[in-house]
């Protein structure tokens, strides 16, 4: 009964390769979000979406590309992958999109860039 | 200056032991302020939201500070099981739910 899902769970790639990373959610959460945690640890938000609305698009580049087919998924698709994209990628989902509750992570796609 | 800083340790301490974290954010419009605890090769959860008037959970007392922008987080009677990176949390005020994390403080609590 996984409350927050990603798929896959390791990705290890060629550069120039184009990959795509999913997310499920079964809160019945409104809001979902995509952050990248480098290997500094550093966790920054990379989207957010609230009932398949994007809301928060930070400055990312745009071979980056999130998809909500419906409020309880948000997919991430990376084109033309680059070795600084190696990270850990976390998808999350809240009720609200106030940031006043509790954020509910997946447990992570571990991205390796070769 | 970072929007949230906290000291990123390691804290190494013997069981029992007392330890505190101080974190400090440089966005005065933030309503929001949370804990979370990061286990090594896991993902963030929720550790406990950190409220005006200062609240406690069990071992854990969280403390705000609005007019220094400062928020602790106690642990008293340190755990083998509390050894994880503790990650302080802030909303970015005039961004609704978008959150920052501090890069996290490590703790290690040794028999």
């Known amino acids: 009964d996984t409350a927050v899902s990603q798929t896959p769970k390791y990705l290890v790639t060629q550069m120039g390769n184009d990959k795509s990373i999913k997310c499920e959610q079964n809160?019945?959460?409104?809001?979902m979000y995509w952050y990248k945690q480098d290997s500094k640890k550093f966790l920054k938000i990379m989207f957010s979406?609230?009932?398949?609305?994007?809301?928060i698009n930070e400055t990312v580049p745009n071979r980056f590309s999130p998809k909500s087919p419906d409020k309880a998924h948000l997919n991430l698709h990376i084109n033309s992958l680059e070795l600084g994209d190696s990270a850990v990628y976390f998808c999350?989902?809240?009720?609200?999109?106030?940031?006043?509750?509790?954020?509910?992570f997946g447990p992570g796609t571990r991205l390796t860039v070769l | 200056r970072k929007e949230v800083e906290q000291d990123p340790g390691p804290f190494n301490v013997p069981e029992g032991a007392t330890v505190a974290f101080n974190c400090t954010y440089s966005?005065?419009?933030?309503?929001?302020f949370f804990w979370y605890r990061q286990d090594c090769r896991k993902e963030p959860k929720l550790l406990m939201s950190?409220?005006?008037s200062g609240n406690e959970d069990g071992r854990f007392t969280a403390q705000l500070n609005r007019a220094s922008q400062y928020i602790s987080l106690l642990i008293r009677d340190s755990k083998l099981s509390d050894s994880a990176t503790y990650l302080c949390?802030?909303?970015?005020?005039?961004?609704?739910?978008?959150?920052?994390f501090g890069q996290g403080t490590e703790l290690s609590v040794k028999p």
């Open positions: 999350a989902s809240s009720p609200l999109a106030l940031g006043l509750d509790t954020q509910y």
């Open positions: 809160l019945g959460h409104d809001t």
């Open positions: 979406y609230n009932n398949k609305e994007l809301i």
């Open positions: 966005n005065s419009a933030s309503q929001s």
């Open positions: 950190v409220y005006s």
């Open positions: 949390v802030v909303n970015k005020g005039n961004q609704g739910g978008k959150l920052i």
